[in-house]
């Protein structure tokens, strides 16, 4: 059974930081490309950063410069650093592969930035 585990979320002020993790199991974690998502109150997941099997990296727009993704093979974990975080930031962050694997979301970890 696939599944993944986020933490690591919690109040932050704006241009605070964070890093949320994520243990995944089930599935030959090596081999699959990892991402993490996001979903805000009413709105869709959206992809924030994807690090594939070979340690590629892609970020939207919106995070790069602040985001750093990396993933730890050894122990099923890939990781979220998070600087300079601003309010659009405030979300849900789950963690899945890439792409997700259908009915394997976890509870996701809550991000809040507000001062």
């Known amino acids: 059974q696939v599944q993944f585990v986020e933490s690591g979320g919690g109040l932050v002020q704006p241009g605070g930081s964070l890093r949320l993790s994520c243990v995944a199991s089930g599935f030959t974690f090596s081999r699959f490309s990892l991402a993490w998502f996001r979903q805000a109150p009413g709105k869709d997941h959206e992809l924030v950063a994807v690090?594939?099997?070979?340690?590629?990296?892609t970020y939207v727009s919106a995070v790069k410069g602040r985001f750093t993704i990396s993933r730890d093979n050894a122990k099923n974990t890939v990781n979220l650093q998070m600087n300079n975080l601003k309010p659009e930031d405030t979300a849900v962050y789950y963690c899945?592969?890439?792409?997700?694997?259908?009915?394997?979301w976890g509870q996701g970890t809550q991000v809040t930035v507000s001062a």
């Open positions: 899945n592969s890439a792409p997700p694997m259908a009915g394997s």
């Open positions: 690090i594939t099997e070979n340690d590629s990296l």
